[in-house]
């Protein structure tokens, strides 16, 4: 989620659009453990939010589905792309954004990253002291990520 | 920081001028910090963070950073 303080900086003076934007991808995926990797998907994907822009949709329905379910993706699903005026550059750029943060996302949860200090107060914000205190807790292996 | 051990940011030669311009007030970036075993990971890692992130791909900044926070968000991953 660090990344998400640049949203925050750069994108929008209205933060509670992009927060809840944010906190509605954590819940499918949070949820998504308990629902099938397709209910999971079409959660995420019905993520709707005003301050998305024009091919922005089109961008994350394809990261979304191919961080959810990949083994589902199909030729078709770059479609929606061409159709909003992306080239095959483009998309090549999405899929290896997605696939970078998913990659850095597997190493902090595998050994443990913690939050730096100076992001704590965003990650406050953005999921509430709760959610903090147990990702810090999980960090300094106090209790386990899941059962 | 992390559940492995790991050198300092100066710990060697190496790691000094690996790490250069991302040391901060606190040291280096954590997730960047925990590939501090392996410099070769680290550099090769860093390169294609750079390659296709950080404004290094046709998508901008922005939508770079979307795709971030959505992939990360979903992936339920703090960090």
């Known amino acids: 989620m660090s990344h998400a303080g640049y949203l925050r900086d750069h994108w929008t003076d ?19 453990a308990e629902l099938t990797p397709r209910e999971a998907l079409a959660a995420a994907v019905a993520v709707d939010s005003p301050i998305l822009e024009p091919g922005d949709r089109e961008i994350l329905a394809l990261a979304i ?51 730096e200090e100076r992001k704590v107060a965003w990650a406050r914000e953005l999921f509430g002291d709760a959610a903090l205190a147990a990702h810090q807790a999980w960090a300094r292996g106090q209790e386990p990520s899941a059962t | 920081m992390a559940w492995i051990e790991l050198p300092g940011d100066e710990g060697t030669r190496e790691l000094e001028r690996a790490t250069r311009g991302m040391r901060r007030g606190t040291g280096v970036p954590h997730v960047v910090g925990v590939m501090k075993p392996s410099v070769p990971t680290l550099r090769g890692v860093l390169a294609m963070n750079n390659a296709v992130t950080f404004g290094g791909s046709t998508l901008g900044r922005r939508r770079e950073e979307l795709i971030s926070t959505v992939v990360s968000a979903l992936n339920d991953c703090f960090y």
């Not at chain 1, 699903?77 to 750029?93: K, M, N, S, T, Y």
């Not at chain 1, 943060?101 to 990253?113: I, Q, S």
């Open chain 1, 65 to 115: 589905r191919q961080t959810l379910a990949p083994r589902t993706l199909t030729a078709a699903h770059l479609e929606p792309l061409r159709a909003a005026g992306f080239d095959d550059v483009a998309i090549h750029d999405v899929v290896h954004v997605a696939c970078c943060f998913a990659y850095m996302n597997r190493l902090a949860d595998a050994l443990g990253v913690e939050l």
């Open chain 1, 14 to 32: 209205d933060l509670g659009p992009l927060i809840a934007l944010i906190r509605a991808w954590r819940v499918a995926g949070a949820e998504g």
